[in-house]
């Protein structure tokens, strides 16, 4: 699971202001369509030992050989797609300078920020700028050899094949398509299934999954589905498999990281991990995800491979994704005062007791640095993370939690002085104390969401980890968050150090409530409903306690000048409202009420409230604030000495975010434009 982004990601944060008034680092590095792109720092970096920093360095080449699969597995013709896209924007002989190839530079600015045509986080297909006959054109003005041919392929025929998937709106418009009620698989254009129904993959798991199984593994984690001679077939992802070029790759960076690891626990994850992608077997799967979060000795850590499913719309198939990280040692006193006391948080959470756990297992949760970002971490990334998935290892062994700061802070830093409170927030009390506790409370809750709410509760025996199909996602994530939400308002916060004082939750609150009735808005096409998980939980928990608290005025939708506010007037009655929801959705999970979790997410967080929609974007569009974010990363290069041993690592921050993608396509793409 992973926290995507700050629920308070506009906020200005006045604890770094003033201070930093010299700010050499220069965080905001482009801003295209609905994007910024950001820099971040890898504070500390020079502490590591040598040893430490050439693991940081292999592992972060290991992150990087994996992009081009993230492409393919986003959709069929990405890969295609950015080659073309690529070879025009950097061979094209006419001018530069017209309206039509400043679109085509941002269309592929998008293509680079979607990892594919579709948009990161709405999954609706690009739009491009320019008219097709600009890009036929563009392309017949280049040498054809430098097009993404297929093999006797003429440049009349690529281009009847390729156009149609960039132009017409109608053809492969939904990355992931979760409206209920068609068929997900052939409405959704990714490509983790091919020439089969819906019906047909369920079946297909069915007859796979033994519901007496009390380990199962993550079937079809590693796979696509396709039918072969009228047969449905798994092709896995692994070397000699399906993306064996890129694993290869990938896995030859983690031979040379396995030696220079920090002590035999890591090296013995490094080594489970290698065997998993040659072999593709996911028990060895499950093997290595144990070895992983039992280290919490080393400082440099890393997620690689395939792991989160939320572009599945069945909720199967995992993306691959890597990030490369090292130990805040200083910060992570914080969350492991929370893991520490994972089980008394368990105890007294308001959920039945039945669906709490007797004993909660090995919460590890520690505040990070990251140093690279892959695959699905990359452009945009999360900023926490507790892995692994699978809910039986997360109940036999728990789960490690992390926290990734200095993405939190980049994300803080370019947003001070963006008008944004003064915007939206409804009292000079309220801004107030989003200034002072605004940080504070949103890593905080990023903590609690990631290192108890995920780890929380537990199914009844027999109850599927699938149940809630499609619904799981919203639901798992609502859960995570109440359960942060309900104890940020608790003495214990204040007793055990974590907040100063019993007024600080209420900046948590307010800015939760204010954004998941209307802030977030701003990530939504005009006309458009809610899809992605995290903001669809955003939606419920806010939509749903202003609706239980309307009786009571717990939370007003207020007018003023014309604008609408967000008003709470009750807070200790919005905890109480936060506690039955958490009690309710834990119930959800463990019984696996499907019908219940659909009607849900179907009342409270689908729709969009149009009249409050048009007034969001409008508002900030006046304030010229992107509601989306990606980053590039840093570089790191060995330093030679004289005698021609490594002597050092260097990091640097001078690449924009062009140079990366145009760099990255060259020295980390060896698959095939078809897979
Ligand atoms: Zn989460």
Redesign the pocket.
Known sequence: ???LIPFMMSIILLASCGQNKKQEFVYSVDKFADVEILRYKVNNFDELTLNQKLLVYYLSEAALEGRDILYDQNHKHNLTIRRLLEAVYENYAGDKETADFKNLEIYLKQVWMGNGIHHHYSEDKFTPGFPETFLSAAVNSIDSTLLPLMAGESVETFKARIFPVIFNPDLYKKRTNQEAGVDLIATSANNFYEGVSQKEVEDFYAGMVDPADNTPVPYGLNSKIVKENGKVVEKTYKIDGMYDAAIRRIVGWLEKAAEVVENEQQGAVIKSLIEYYQTGNLEKYDEYSILWLQDVNSQVDFVNGFTESYTDPLGMKATWEALVNFKDMEATKRTEIISNNAQWFEDHSPVDKQFKKEKVKGVSAKVITAAILGGDCYPATPI?I?LPNSNWIRRDYGSKSVTIENITDAYDKASQGSGFMEEFIWSDEEIERAKEYGSLTNNLHTDL??CL??GSGKLLPGVSPDALKAYGSPI??AR?DLFGLYYMADDKMVELGLLPDEDAYKAAYYQYIMNGLMTQLTRIQPGKNIEQA?MRNRQLIAAWAYEKGKADKVIELKKRDGKTFVVVNDYAKLRDLFAELLAEIQRIKSTGDFEAAKQLIETYAVNVNQEIHTEVLARYKALNIAPYRGFVNPVYSLVKDNAGNISDVKISYDENYVQQHLRYSKEYSVLPNYN
């Open positions: 699971m992973k926290q926490g507790n969401h990631e709410g995920h798992e994530e995570a995290h």
